[in-house]
C-alpha cells in the first residue's frame, strides 16, 4: 500500500496528462475538428483530472489511501455499469422475440439476425464479388485525396435489415443503386437525389422509389441516393453525376436527419469547394478506381472493428456507457446554408434544361407522438417555394391520408418504409409531377 500511495500522484497525474493528449488527438487530428463540440466534456474531463493528480501531491497519506480505495471502487462499479448496458442492449436490441415471432407467422421465414459483417463474411465465401454499403458521410473526416459521393461500383451490395432480411442490390458503374445500362438511355425522366430512402433502405428492387417510378413511368430512372447523405453531399452529387439529358430532378429531402446531415457536411473542406467555386470539381467519374479503393479500406476497418479484440477494447474503453451520457450537442439549424444549396442546385438544374423538385418527408416523429415542429417545416417550404421550386408535401400527399401512418414504418418503428410505404410515396411524387408539367404545358 506504501508503494501505491508514493506512485499513485505520479501514475494520476500521467494518466490524465495522456487522456488529455489523446482527447486533442481525437478531437483535432482524427476528427480535423468536425466534433469538437462533443470532445469538450471530455477536455473538462481531464483537465479536471490533471487538476486533482497535482492536488494529490499535497495531501496527507491517509487521505489519498481513502482515494485510491475509492478511486479502484469506482473502476469496478463503473466496469459493472458497462457490462450491465452491454447486457440491456443485447436483451432489448431489433428485433424483439414478439416481432421475430409475428415475421415467422407471416413470412414462414426466420428472421435474419446476423449483422451486416456477418452476412458480409457468409457471402463473401459464395461470391467474392461482394461488398457492404459504405455511406460518402463515412469519409467526411478522413484525409482522403478526394470525397466518394458513391459505393463500390459494379458489385453485390448489402444495404440493411429491417425488414427481417438484408436488402442486396446491385451497383452500377459510379457505385449507386441502378440497372447499370440506365446511363445509357438517351433521355433519363426522373433522377433522384437524396439520402436512404432515396437510396432505397432495406428494400429490394423493385420496390425502392426509383424503380417505382421506372415502373409508372416505363422511362428512364436515375438514383443518386445514399445513405446519411445531407443536403450538401447532395448538391455535389449533382454536379459530378448529372447527366444533360436529365428531364426532371427530383429532391427528396428527410425532414428528421437532414439538417443534422447538412451541419457535419459543412466542415468538411472539399464540400465547401462545391457552394465557392461554381467550376470546382472532383472528376469523380474518372476516378471510381480510386473510389472503389477507399471504400474497400473501409470495409476492411469494418471488419476488424467486429472482432473480438476490437469487442474487448471497446469494453475497456467503457464504450456504451460513455455513449449513454456523452451525446453530441443538437445544432441549430442553417436555413440560409440550406437556401444557398437549393438555390445553386435550382440553378444547376435550369442550365441543364431540367426541372427541379423538392419532396418533403415528414417526421416519424409526428405520427408516433405528435410531435411536429411546425417552425422547422415552415421555414423549409418557404425557402423551397421562394426559390419557385415546386414543393411536394408527403405528409399532405400520404401520411395525413392514412388511418395508422406507422404502418408505412417497416414493423411502425422509426425505420425505414414499407413496401407498401415506398410505393404510395412514389406514386405520390410521380402524380404530383406529372400534374405540374400538365399545368406548365397548359
Known amino acids: 500500500m506504501n508503494f501505491l500511495k508514493k506512485t499513485f500522484s505520479i501514475n494520476s497525474l500521467l494518466i490524465s496528462i495522456s487522456l488529455f493528449l489523446y482527447t486533442i ?174 437510396h432505397g433502405s432495406s428494400v429490394n428492387r423493385p420496390f425502392d422509389i426509383a424503380s417505382q417510378l421506372r415502373k409508372l413511368s416505363k422511362k428512364s430512372v436515375l438514383n443518386l441516393g445514399y445513405d446519411n447523405n445531407g443536403p450538401l453531399i447532395e448538391y455535389a452529387t449533382l454536379r459530378e453525376y448529372l447527366e444533360p439529358n436529365v428531364k426532371n430532378i427530383i429532391w427528396i429531402f428527410d425532414a428528421s436527419t437532414n439538417f443534422k446531415d447538412l451541419n457535419k457536411e459543412y466542415k468538411n473542406k472539399i464540400l465547401k469547394n462545391y457552394l465557392t467555386d461554381l467550376n470546382f470539381t472532383q472528376e469523380l467519374k474518372a476516378k471510381q478506381g480510386e473510389v472503389n479503393k477507399i471504400v474497400n479500406d473501409e470495409i476492411n476497418k469494418r471488419i476488424k472493428k467486429a472482432s473480438l479484440r476490437s469487442k474487448i477494447i471497446k469494453f475497456l474503453k467503457l464504450h456504451a456507457l460513455r455513449n449513454s451520457f456523452i451525446t453530441e450537442s443538437k445544432k441549430k439549424i442553417q436555413p440560409q446554408l440550406l437556401k444557398k444549396i437549393l438555390y445553386l442546385a435550382n440553378q444547376l438544374s435550369i442550365q441543364n434544361n431540367s426541372k427541379l423538385y423538392f419532396v418533403y418527408l415528414p417526421k416519424y416523429q409526428r405520427y408516433k407522438s405528435g410531435i411536429n415542429n411546425d417552425e422547422e417545416y415552415y421555414l423549409i417550404k418557404d425557402i423551397v417555394q421562394n426559390l419557385k421550386i415546386p414543393f411536394i408535401d408527403i405528409h399532405e400527399e400520404v401520411f395525413i391520408k392514412e388511418k395508422d401512418p406507422l404502418k408505412l414504418y417497416s414493423f411502425s418503428l422509426n425505420f425505414h418504409y414499407t413496401k407498401n410505404g415506398y410505393k404510395k410515396v412514389s406514386e405520390s411524387i410521380y402524380r404530383n409531377i406529372k400534374e405540374k408539367n400538365n399545368l406548365i404545358l397548359k
Open 25 to 198: 488527438y481525437r478531437a483535432e487530428f482524427y476528427w480535423d475538428g468536425s466534433k469538437n463540440e462533443y470532445y469538450k466534456t471530455y477536455y473538462a474531463i481531464s483537465l479536471f483530472l490533471i487538476i486533482f493528480s497535482i492536488s494529490t501531491f499535497f495531501i496527507n497519506q491517509k487521505i489519498k489511501k481513502r482515494l485510491i480505495i475509492l478511486i479502484f471502487t469506482s473502476i469496478i462499479v463503473l466496469y459493472f455499469v458497462e457490462g450491465a448496458f452491454l447486457l440491456n442492449n443485447k436483451i432489448n436490441k431489433f428485433p424483439t422475440s414478439d416481432i421475430k415471432i409475428n415475421y415467422k407467422n407471416k413470412t414462414g421465414k426466420d428472421f435474419d439476425t446476423r449483422y451486416r459483417v456477418e452476412i458480409y463474411s457468409d457471402l463473401k465465401k459464395i461470391n467474392n464479388n461482394i461488398k457492404m454499403k459504405v455511406a460518402p458521410s463515412n469519409h467526411l473526416h478522413k484525409k482522403n485525396s478526394i470525397l466518394p459521393l458513391s459505393g463500390f461500383s459494379n458489385s453485390k451490395t448489402i444495404y440493411d435489415n429491417e425488414n427481417g432480411y438484408f436488402s442486396i442490390y446491385q451497383s452500377d458503374r459510379y457505385g449507386f443503386n441502378n440497372p447499370d445500362n440506365e446511363w445509357e438511355s438517351k433521355e433519363i425522366e426522373f433522377l433522384l437525389v437524396g439520402d436512404s430512402f432515396t
